[in-house]
């Protein structure tokens, strides 16, 4: 295979949930310059409507679709939605995702707030996989790249839904490798510290400086560096890797404490 086909995503249909935004936007965009047409999922039609324009000026294509992943309803008609768009399925991004990061102490959330990181972060992954997966096979080729992070294997304080929710689906990755293959591969990306909306909510030059000081390449990521992961295990150059995290993190640790 040639070197420019390794990458190359064309005739491939691909979702990315959370996909209006950061790791998300980063990832759609990635995508589709390597030739997929990308439905992008998001809480806000909006957010998917303005990436989904990016996209199109940009020469590629794009179907901005709203998605709350933890609604049934809303995951059947996400895949009804991209079938009557484009016929097949062959990538699925589980980006969206969300927690308390630092926020999450014993003392100052209850379990329902601990079953809901646990319904967005792990329960709606698997259940969009269950939902993929029959096309994937019909198209003789799948993908599926779940949104882990490096807090599946940090230990900080006050981050116990989140980080456990996150181990979870590295585990649940490695297992449903075994279930979807041969016809679908299952692997996950784990994230350090990114530069998100998200991450500058909690982020102070303190934080980030003892972040940086465990980091050997200097710098936090940009979504792009994450999207470049998802792309390396979404296109055909990953042809025989499937159960695995890849953790991309600059060399090291960066957490809030």
């Given at each position: 295979m040639s070197a420019p086909a390794l990458l190359s995503l064309d005739s491939k249909v691909a979702i990315v949930t959370g996909g209006g935004n950061g790791i998300g936007r980063a990832t759609s965009l990635m995508l589709a310059d390597h030739g997929a047409s990308v439905v992008i999922a998001d809480l806000k039609m909006e957010n998917a409507r303005r990436v989904a324009d990016e996209i199109d000026a940009r020469g590629g294509t794009a179907l901005p679709v709203t998605c709350n992943v933890t609604d049934d309803d809303d995951r059947q008609a996400l895949i009804k939605k991209t079938l009557e768009a484009f016929g097949s399925l062959h990538v699925l991004v589980n980006n969206a995702g969300g927690g308390g990061a630092g926020r999450e102490?014993?003392?100052d959330i209850d379990v329902d707030?601990?079953?809901s990181v646990f319904e967005l972060n792990v329960f709606s992954i698997?259940?969009?996989?269950q939902l993929c997966a029959p096309h994937m096979r019909r198209a003789g080729d799948g993908s599926i790249i779940n949104m882990s992070s490096m807090s599946?294997?940090?230990?900080?304080p006050a981050i116990s839904a989140y980080a456990s929710s996150k181990a979870a689906i590295n585990h649940m990755t490695?297992?449903?490798?075994?279930?979807?293959?041969p016809e679908i591969r299952v692997n996950a990306v784990g994230p350090g510290a990114v530069r998100t909306d998200a991450l500058a909510s909690v982020l102070t030059p303190k934080i980030e400086k003892a972040m940086l000081s465990h980091t050997p390449l200097e710098?936090?990521?940009e979504p792009e560096d994450i999207a470049g992961a998802v792309l390396y295990f979404a296109a055909p150059i990953s042809r025989w890797v499937s159960g695995q995290v890849?953790?991309?993190n600059g060399g090291g640790v960066q957490t809030l404490d």
């Open positions: 102490s014993p003392d707030r601990f079953a698997w259940r969009l996989c599946s294997v940090n230990k900080s490695a297992n449903l490798a075994h279930d979807y293959g710098r936090l990521g890849l953790f991309v």
